[in-house]
């Protein structure tokens, strides 16, 4: 299946969904589960999280979910405001075989920062392609997580076969049941 979007992009917008998913899931609690979350996507600077940077950020998370929730042109000014309260300052790497590609904040900034920074980054390429369609919730109102819609035509309402089953089934009695 060929992607809409670059791999890299898929990724930061996939990373940027599970923090917000498991933080309402009750899953992202302490600086151990961020930790584990940051290596698990062998995000940056997962190595030295403290119980500091995870309050950090937990703060960013709703804005996160603002953000992805939200229409173009508030998106655009969201990620302009995280650029500006982070103190972003994009710049080229290349490091550990990644071929140069851009990084949004200097080495040993906070991790809550560079999460935030990384998320806003992902939505510049979004929002310039007129693209932030893509950033859903899942259909069923028991789950309504957030997952970014890779499908051709930007169809996919749900965020796991198993919330599409649920759904279908439920439709299904319903019909079955009015009938
Ligand atoms: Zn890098
Ligand atoms: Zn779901």
Known sequence: MSLP????????????????????DGELDSAKSLKELCAGWRFPGASAVTKADAEATWTHVP???????????????????????C?????????????WHLHGLPA???????????AAMAFVD????????RCKRCGDGRCERMFFDLSRNRSR????TTCQSRTNVAAFRARAAAS
């Open 5 to 24: 979007h670059p791999r890299e992009l898929v990724r930061s917008l996939e990373f940027m969904a599970d923090v917000c998913n498991r933080r309402r």
């Open 87 to 99: 103190d972003a300052r994009p710049h080229l790497v290349r490091h550990d075989g990644f071929d």
């Open 108 to 118: 040993g900034a906070p991790i809550a920062d560079v999460i935030a920074v990384d």
């Open 157 to 160: 309402r749900f965020c796991s």
């Open 63 to 85: 804005r996160l979910e603002a953000m992805w929730d939200a229409d173009r042109d508030t998106a655009a000014s969201m990620a302009n405001r995280i650029f500006a309260e």
């Open 126 to 133: 979004l929002v310039r392609v007129d693209d932030t369609e």
